[in-house]
């Protein structure tokens, strides 16, 4: 079952669903490259012979007993089991780590996603230059007037540096 539910897998598409990046994505990147290495090994080995035909190889050599003794080993050879137990637990802390990224990383681009769609709704919504009142600049930045007002109030009629960004370039 996991064989047939990793082969559904679209791992082009992991990434971007949830969001992975940074550490996460190169991870999971890794990940599938180990992964795809071990099927394409394991395809390679299940195309191969799984039989040997020892009656070929004692009609080629000449010294029969080294095939008696190779078949004796190959009918008695059992294969050592491991246990991977450690290596799931990892793979499963890892998953729970990249779950845990990913809904963090989600959370971020959901309060920047609302933010900015904030911002482009003000924006949209604005009006023109023209059409905006010295008192709704006011009413919307009140430290401009305060700013303003200091000016005013020591004699001083253009902010600091205006001239030098916008000369007078009236002829008379």
């Known amino acids: 079952m996991s064989t047939r539910a990793a082969a559904k897998l679209d791992w082009s598409k992991v990434g971007s669903q949830l969001g992975l990046r940074g550490q ?3 991870a999971l990147a890794n990940f599938k ?9 394991v395809q390679q080995l299940s195309d191969q012979p799984q039989t040997v035909d020892f009656a070929h190889y004692r009609g080629i050599l000449k010294n029969t007993q080294v ?3 190779i078949e004796q080993y190959y009918k008695t050879f059992q294969p050592k089991t491991y246990d991977v137990s450690k290596q799931i637990k990892a793979i499963e802390s890892f998953e729970q780590v990249a ?24 924006i949209e919504g604005a009006r023109q230059w023209d059409e905006t009142t010295v008192d709704e600049v006011v009413q919307a930045a009140p ?3 305060k700013y303003t007002e200091e000016l005013v ?20």
């Open 33 to 41: 490259k180990r992964n795809d290495d071990a099927r394409r090994r």
């Open 143 to 145: 430290e401009i007037d």
């Open 24 to 26: 996460t994505a190169t």
């Open 99 to 122: 779950l845990k990224n990913a809904e963090e990383t989600k959370s971020k681009v959901e309060v920047e996603l609302r933010s900015l769609e904030k911002a482009l709704g003000d």
């Open 153 to 172: 109030k020591k004699g001083r009629w253009m902010p600091p540096g205006y001239q030098d960004k916008f000369p007078n370039l009236s002829v008379l």
């Open 67 to 69: 095939i008696d003794e």
